[in-house]
């Protein structure tokens, strides 16, 4: 079966963009770099591709963002808030955001008005993932109890440390919600 051969053209483009846009949320970066693609993957199978594609490429982004369709802004801030009720770090929601290709002055800005706030979200978040993972004051009732013994008590403590930390949340925190019952009502 042959594979048949995609004319890119403008309109295309355009129909890529309102399709994906209708599916996923995006910004600016993360749209234009979804449209390049198709543009790469179409030059690769054979297609005629215009020099004019990424002119192309930059009028639909821009078409969309006047739209209200596409702003890093705005889905810098919904993935911020989906991914601390996930229990992320602050550290892995930067990256999450840069590899989406959000402006690091939008993120920096996002992450600034939620320390602001006051809210201690890294504290939260690593909370929310020892909850999750049944770290620390949330680990079984078996393993709460003295069922295990220093060296292995230690052993899993350090597990669940190196864990954390991995996640993105930094020693201090993650031995204060490791340590701490009472704060929790545990």
């Known amino acids: 079966m042959v594979k048949k051969i995609k004319k890119i053209s403008k309109e295309y ?13 995006s910004g600016e970066g993360n749209l234009k770099h979804i449209l390049e693609k198709k543009v790469n993957r179409a030059a690769f199978e054979g297609s005629d591709i215009s020099s004019d594609a990424p002119n192309w490429v930059n009028d639909v982004v821009a078409k969309c963002v006047k739209l209200g369709l596409a702003s890093d802004k705005s889905y810098a801030e919904m993935k911020v808030i989906s991914l601390l009720s996930q229990g992320k770090s602050i550290q892995k929601i930067k990256m999450t955001l840069f590899q989406k290709r959000v402006a690091e002055h939008i993120i920096e800005g996002i992450i600034a008005l939620l320390k602001e706030e006051g809210a201690d979200t890294d504290l939260k978040s690593a909370q929310k993932y020892a909850k999750k993972r049944r770290f620390g004051p949330f680990r079984k009732p078996l393993l709460q109890q003295n069922e295990l013994d220093g060296p292995a008590l230690k052993k899993l403590q350090d597990k ?13 925190i993650t031995k204060e919600v490791l340590v701490c019952k009472e704060q929790f009502g545990i």
Do not use: Q, V
């Open 13 to 25: 483009l355009e129909r890529a963009a309102f399709y994906y846009l209708g599916k996923y949320a």
């Open 160 to 172: 669940e440390i190196g864990a954390m930390i991995r996640a993105g949340f930094s020693y201090t």
